[in-house]
Structure formats: structure tokens, C-alpha cells
């Protein structure tokens, strides 16, 4: 089992930055990769970035491409997403997760197993 801890959000206006960390710890490493969701108020939770933990390939929503940067740092086990240009729908609870593996059907969004507590993000306008 991972452990995840995310810190970093905050209340930002509108075109402002922020930037997430999330450390993992216990059984982290052997990842496939980790990422980002978010879920807004009243809304399902989606998927917003992740990285591959070797090779570092990463993907994101088409709704943050441009603006939010994911990265990771293998030797402390932790992954950060820059967020610029934050606009007011960007706000929500952003959870970390980690995917201990590639196996089984579906996309990447569906091998994330373990789960951060969520750190909180609000962009006024």
C-alpha cells in the first residue's frame, strides 16, 4: 500500500499559480506512474494530469493542456503539478494517486489504486 500527501493549495485569483506536491511513502517504489484528479463541487471527480514514473511520458485533460505541468521527482518519490493561468473553474479538491501497475483493461485513468486525502484549490475571479 502507497501513502500519499498532498500540500500546496491554497485560494488564488483568477490567472494566478499554484503548485501541488504530493509525497508518496510505504510500497512506492515499484509505481507505474502517478497523477492528478480533481473534482469540483457537485461534480464527478476527473482526471487532470499523470506521469509515467520511468520514462516520464505524461499526459493531461484536454482542459488543462497548456497551462498545468506535471512532473515527478524519483528520488524523493514525489510529484509535483504547476498550475498557471488558474482559471475560477479550475477549483475543486485535487487528489493525488498512485497506479502500483499496468495490468488490467482500461485507460490509465482506471489503474490508480491508492488515493491522498485531497488539498483544496480555489480560484476566485
Known amino acids: 500500500q502507497v501513502q500519499l500527501v498532498e500540500s500546496g493549495g491554497g485560494l488564488v485569483q483568477a490567472g494566478g499559480s499554484l503548485r501541488l506536491s504530493c509525497a508518496a511513502s510505504?510500497?512506492?517504489?515499484?509505481?507505474?506512474?502517478m497523477g492528478w484528479f480533481r473534482q469540483a463541487p457537485e461534480k464527478v471527480r476527473e482526471p487532470v494530469a499523470a506521469v509515467y514514473w520511468s520514462g516520464g511520458t505524461s499526459v493531461y485533460a484536454d482542459s488543462v493542456k497548456g497551462r498545468f505541468t506535471i512532473s515527478r521527482d524519483n528520488a524523493k518519490n514525489t510529484v509535483y503539478l504547476q498550475m498557471n493561468s488558474l482559471k475560477p473553474e479550475d477549483t475543486g479538491l485535487y487528489y493525488c494517486?498512485?497506479?502500483?501497475?499496468?495490468?488490467?483493461?482500461?485507460?490509465?485513468?482506471?489503474?490508480?489504486?491508492?488515493w491522498g486525502q485531497g488539498t483544496l484549490v480555489t480560484v476566485s475571479s
Open positions: 510505504g510500497r512506492s517504489s515499484s509505481m507505474y506512474a
Open positions: 494517486a498512485a497506479a502500483p501497475s499496468p495490468l488490467g483493461l482500461g485507460s490509465l485513468w482506471t489503474k490508480f489504486r491508492s
